[in-house]
T-cell receptor, first 112, second 113 residues
Framework: GQQLNQSPQSMFIQEGEDVSMNCTSS?????WLWYKQDPGEGPVLLIA?????ELTSNGRLTAQFGITRKDSFLNISASIPSDVGIYFC????????????FGGGTRLMVKP | DSGVTQTPKHLITATGQRVTLRCSPR?????VYWYQQSLDQGLQFLIQ???????AKGNILERFSAQQFPDLHSELNLSSLELGDSALYFC????????????FGEGSRLTVL
């Protein structure tokens, strides 16, 4: 089946620092989604990308759909303590009937 | 608030028992998805329903079953529970059946003792 490699698995950063995480796949995706999950909560959609090369921002978050359609990255600028959580990427395959594939998550910890 | 409602939020039960988790999708959404998240793990797709019909199946055990009712709410039934079934179970919904943005509920945390 399709595999998504998300890295890094975890990050411990200082408040104010920028953060970058990415997902890579061996398969082509038509859609890339980025979610954030707070402890004990459900994942919340942050950014959705639908076109290769697309760069989309949501406040301090910026995500890009890789040109090869096999990768995506998420940047968080000027991190704050409430950015703490697990960030998941999800890829939507070419076949609309197939399911989203989720990455393993990046656990972000921010030191005030 | 995603608009997806899941009950119960927490459930503690014993091995061998059966439980039912309930999900109400966002208003207007016809697709309901169930995911399992074990401790510190990613999201494992279990099953999808669209407008009352099973649409896709993932790594769902035979001891688990689900259905979507005419009012579009869905239930996930877990039977002959084992310790390893302890996990967060998420429901997600979207308007269509094709792959795309999913909106997740807050989850039901199941603990099997």
């Amino acid at each position: 089946g399709q595999q998504l490699n998300q890295s890094p698995q975890s990050m411990f950063i200082q408040e104010g620092e920028d953060v970058s995480m990415n997902c890579t796949s061996s398969s082509i995706f038509n859609t890339w989604l980025w979610y954030k999950q707070d402890p004990g909560e459900g994942p919340v959609l942050l950014i959705a990308l639908y076109k290769a090369g697309e760069l989309t921002s949501n406040g301090r978050l910026t995500a890009q759909f890789g040109i090869t359609r096999k990768d995506s990255f998420l940047n968080i600028s000027a991190s704050i303590p409430s950015d703490v959580g697990i960030y998941f990427c999800a890829g939507g395959p070419n076949n609309a009937g197939n399911m989203l594939t989720f990455g393993g998550g990046t656990r972000l910890m921010v030191k005030p | 608030d995603s608009g997806v409602t899941q009950t119960p939020k927490h459930l503690i039960t014993a091995t061998g028992q059966r439980v039912t988790l309930r999900c109400s999708p966002r208003s207007g959404d016809l697709s309901v998805y169930w995911y399992q998240q074990s401790l510190d793990q990613g999201l494992q797709f279990l099953i999808q329903y669209y407008n009352g019909e099973e649409r896709a199946k993932g790594n769902i055990l035979e001891r688990f079953s689900a259905q979507q009712f005419p009012d579009l709410h869905s239930e996930l039934n877990l039977s002959s529970l084992e310790l390893g079934d302890s996990a967060l179970y998420f429901c997600a919904s979207r308007i269509g059946w094709a792959t795309g943005e999913l909106f997740f509920g807050e989850g039901s945390r199941l603990t099997v003792l």
